[in-house]
C-alpha cells in the first residue's frame, strides 16, 4: 500500500505508486507509528526540494529517522522540480546549495533585493501558494505566452505545464503530449505556480522536467 506521501503541483499531498525524480519537505507533518499524515500538511514556511540522494544516507519514508527513534521531516515526493515549484516548494541549501543559491539570487533580481535571503522567499511563498491558504490568480488563454517555461495553470480540476509555447497536460506518471493553448479554451484557468517562482522563472531560473515532457 503506496503512503500518502507523493505531492501534485496542486500542493495536495496523495497515496500512489509513482515517485519522481526528487523529494523534499515541509518538516515534520506525519505519525511515525503509523505512517500516516497528521491533520496539518505544514509545519514551517520553508517548504524545500531536495534529491532523492544525498551523503549515503539511508531514511526509512514516514518512519523515525531522528536520534532517540524520534520523527524526522517528512519524505514527500515530486514528479520534477517544474512540480515542486508550482505546488510552492524552493531548492534546498543542505542537498542542493548550487541551486537553491541560484533560486534565492534570481529572487534578489526580481524584486530588487541587494542581499536576498531563503526566509525573504518563504515569506513571500507561504502568501501565495495554494495549499497554504493563498489564491491563484485568473488567467487567460492569451496571456499564457507571456508566461515563463516552467509555470503551471489549472483548468478544474487537471493542471498544465507550459513549455515552448505549448502546454502538457501533468499525471502522477508524467506528462502528456503537447497541445496549443487555444485547446484550453472554456472554464477559467488559474496559475498554480506562486507569483514569486513565476518571477524567477523570468530571471531565467530552469526548472528539471521529467523526461516524458521531451516526448
Known amino acids: 500500500m503506496p503512503l500518502q506521501n507523493r505531492v501534485d503541483p496542486f500542493g495536495a499531498i496523495h497515496a500512489v505508486p509513482e515517485r519522481g525524480l526528487f523529494t523534499g ?13 497528521l491533520r ?16 549515503n544516507v539511508r531514511r526509512e519514508p514516514m518512519g523515525r ?8 521531516w517528512t519524505e514527500l515526493f515530486f514528479l520534477d ?15 542542493r546549495r548550487e541551486r537553491a543559491t541560484d533560486f534565492v539570487s534570481r529572487f534578489g533580481k526580481a524584486f530588487g533585493i541587494e542581499e536576498p535571503r ?11 501558494r495554494l495549499a497554504s491558504g493563498g489564491r491563484p490568480p485568473l488567467v487567460t488563454v492569451p496571456e499564457l ?13 487537471a493542471a498544465y505545464a507550459l513549455r515552448g509555447g505549448k502546454a502538457r497536460k501533468w499525471s502522477f506518471a508524467g506528462y502528456s503530449g503537447p497541445i496549443a493553448f487555444d485547446r484550453l ?6 496559475l ?10 523570468r530571471q531565467g531560473f530552469a526548472p528539471v522536467w521529467h523526461p516524458t515532457a521531451d516526448i
Open 25 to 37: 519537505n515541509r518538516g515534520i507533518i506525519h505519525d511515525p507509528e503509523t505512517k500516516t499524515l
Open 40 to 55: 496539518r500538511r505544514w509545519a514551517l514556511p520553508a517548504w524545500i526540494i531536495c534529491v532523492c540522494e544525498f551523503g
Open 65 to 72: 529517522n531522528r536520534p532517540g527513534g524520534r520523527a524526522g
Open 81 to 95: 522540480e517544474v512540480t515542486a515549484l508550482a505546488a510552492g516548494h524552493r531548492p534546498c541549501f543542505f542537498c
Open 118 to 128: 531563503a526566509p525573504m522567499v518563504d515569506k513571500r511563498l507561504h502568501k501565495e
Open 145 to 157: 505566452g507571456g508566461l515563463p517555461d516552467g509555470t503551471v495553470v489549472a483548468q478544474g480540476d
Open 185 to 190: 479554451t472554456g472554464e477559467s484557468l488559474r
Open 192 to 201: 498554480l505556480t506562486p507569483a514569486t517562482t513565476i518571477a524567477v522563472l
